[in-house]
């Protein structure tokens, strides 16, 4: 009659198997808690203010020329350019960033996103993220971003990424809506531009516990928010802080704003 197996051979069998099983998984993502400063900026339009202008309009708008002194200062300073998936990378799996990285966001994809922001970015060899209000671009208006153009900028190497469908505030609102604002706009430019999006934008910064709930549904894995700061870790990248430009912010504020937060 054959021995027995003891309980302690078993369990050590079970550790065995399990380490084989999990190590894959494991790999996959490092559990290591990490933080790192990465200035984030926010832009809004890159274009010549109309003659009517309000406040909202004019604390949004950085004229053409000093966004291009923005670029220049960037690119004269040694700042790299990279994306939110580069970022997220980082924090999640510890890949090295380049030598000051920054992250240059584009929201509600403007016209002059292709007009103006597009062309300049081209110039200097820079990359950045547009955050596109995917129901704008279904309307054909003229003061947003086509489809086409989305997918030429796509085509390009910059990053369209997820707005909502309508920019409608994103707080206490059921369940079938957020489906709808969130997949909504995800489904319609992975459809036009061939790249599943993962990375989203707040309209207005505004979210509660809800949206960060259907958003751990989703396929996205960084979200921005309005808030200030540089600082980002690795438990928290569905509420990444930014640095808002303002319109009368020249480069010596650039300067002051990209060392804020350190």
Do not use: C
Not at 65 to 72: D, K
Not at 139 to 162: F, K, T, V
Not at 206 to 235: K, N
Request: net charge negative.
């Amino acid at each position: 009659m054959g021995k027995s197996i003891s309980l302690k051979t078993i369990y050590g069998l079970l550790t065995i198997v399990l380490t084989f099983i999990l190590a894959p998984i494991q790999s996959a993502q490092d559990l290591t808690l990490r933080r790192l400063y990465v200035p984030i900026l926010m832009y809004h339009y890159v274009s010549p203010l109309p003659a009517n202008a309000d406040e909202y309009r004019v604390d949004l708008t950085v004229e053409p020329a000093i966004f291009r002194a923005h670029l220049q200062y960037l690119a004269d300073e040694g700042y790299t350019t990279i994306s939110l998936y580069q970022l997220n990378e980082a924090l999640i799996n510890g890949v090295t960033l380049p030598d000051r990285p920054i992250i240059l966001t584009f929201d509600d994809g403007h016209i002059d996103h292709y007009t103006e922001v597009f062309p300049a970015l081209t110039q200097h060899g820079f990359t950045a993220t547009f955050f596109v209000i995917t129901g704008l671009a279904d309307q054909s208006r003229s003061d947003y971003l086509s489809w086409a153009q989305i997918q030429e900028m796509s085509n390009a190497g910059m990053s369209m990424e997820a707005h909502t469908k309508s920019h409608a505030p994103l707080v206490e609102r059921n369940r079938d809506f957020l489906i709808y604002e969130i997949l909504g706009s995800l489904e319609s430019l992975g459809a036009h531009t061939g790249h599943a999006p993962s990375m989203f934008a707040y309209p207005g910064g505004r979210y509660d516990d809800a949206t960060l709930s259907l958003l751990r549904e989703t396929p996205v894995q960084i979200a921005v928010t309005t808030r200030f700061g540089a600082w980002h870790t690795s438990d928290n990248r569905l509420e990444l802080p930014r640095l808002r430009v303002s319109g009368n912010l020249g480069v010596i504020g650039l300067a002051q704003l990209l060392n804020s937060d350190r």
